[in-house]
């Protein structure tokens, strides 16, 4: 009689244990470990794209790894002491130059590595911080220069300026066209591949296609982003009313990403409007706070260590302070996004878990 009146309960907890260490998602798959604020999980639908890629996918990702060949080409070149394609044959001899060409060749080389990763059998056991991490630094870098250069191409055709002409300097016109050339076709191969496979990894985990909800609400770090950006947005514009139209396209370029987290963020912050699907503010709050991050730190360490493309250039105080600030709210951006997704994967969870345990405790009862 003790038997049988223990026996329910105690599968009643076993269940419940297991469940907790794998709860379930809608449709009854399991989540693995390693997702950003949560946990792995593919859809059965997604499944055949995410362990075999699609020719779309290895296209993307054989197309990044072309697109990486010329830069990576110069760069060698200008570290072991080649000279082509600079006006000023000293320009960048310097050891502070050479560790950062050298640290650029790496970030090339790291493109490499993650558009193989978006393909290949050993890209889907890599945990997620390797992988979303440098994407992170990637889509900032990448996306701030896809949209400003549209933005640089049109001034420049309506200023009758040639696209390749950079003015005067130590580097030939050339180099900036196969550069930022490469750079536009490497962002969108190297973006769209890691959507498509971060879809399918972590779609359904923190529920992409869902509406918006009031799940998560970070208000503090959301105002801090809000007012920082604010902040910016001010600086940019000044200097876009007082910049010609051959040097509009940065002010421009930087009002636009910082646009795109204000949006973002709000939409986080209130849930609302609850037509827009998760995914929307998850990306927008990805670049954004990738390229805060990203391109503010580069901004403070070529402004504070010496080197030779800021020879020429006068560093101020209110300088240092906008690139700081971009650092700053990247970083909060970055913390209403991990938020955000860690707490809708943990809705999810919770009411996979939950009716799991309800249909176990009706089983056995």
């Known amino acids: ?203 359904d985990a923190q529920r992409w296609q869902a509406q918006l909800s009031t799940v998560g609400r970070p208000h503090f770090a959301a105002a801090a982003a809000l007012l920082l950006l604010a902040a910016l947005i001010v600086a940019a514009s000044t200097d876009l009313l007082n910049a010609t139209a051959a040097a509009a396209a940065l002010p421009a370029g930087e009002i636009t990403i910082y646009g795109i987290g204000v949006c973002s963020v709000l939409m986080i912050a209130t849930g609302k409007p609850r037509s827009v699907r998760r995914w929307m503010p998850i990306f927008g709050a990805f670049l954004a706070s990738g390229a805060l991050t990203a391109w503010g730190s580069y901004l403070l360490i070529v402004m504070l260590i010496p080197n030779d493309l800021m020879a020429e250039a006068d560093v101020t105080t209110a300088a240092l302070a906008i690139a700081a600030a971009k650092v700053l709210s990247g970083v909060v951006c970055a913390i209403v996004l991990w938020r955000f997704t860690g707490a809708a994967t943990r809705a999810v969870a919770h009411t996979g878990w939950s009716a799991q345990s309800r249909t176990a405790a009706a089983t056995n009862s």
């Open 1 to 203: 009689m003790v038997l049988v009146t223990v026996r329910p309960r105690i599968q009643l907890i076993l269940s419940g244990w297991r469940s907790r260490r794998n709860p379930p998602c809608e449709g009854g798959e399991q989540y693995e470990r390693g997702i950003p604020g949560g946990r792995d999980a593919t859809n059965v639908d997604d499944m055949s794209d995410y362990t075999n890629p699609s020719r779309l996918r290895w296209a993307l990702s054989l197309t990044a790894l072309a697109a990486t060949v010329p830069y990576l080409a110069l760069k060698g070149h200008w570290i072991f002491g080649g000279r082509t394609g600079l006006t000023d044959p000293d320009f960048g001899t310097s050891p502070v130059m050479a560790g950062f060409n050298a640290a650029t060749a790496a970030m090339e080389a790291a493109a490499i590595v993650l558009a193989l990763a978006f393909v290949m059998p050993w890209g889907r056991r890599v945990p997620a911080l390797v992988i979303v991490a440098p994407m992170w630094v990637a889509t900032g870098l990448l996306g701030q220069i896809l949209l400003t250069l549209p933005i640089q191409l049109a001034l420049m055709t309506l200023a009758g300026s040639p696209l390749s002409d950079p003015g005067p300097g130590p580097i030939e016109a050339w180099v900036f066209t196969m550069v930022y050339g490469g750079f536009a076709v490497l962002g969108v191969c190297l973006i769209s591949g890691f959507i498509m496979y971060a879809r399918s990894r972590w779609s």
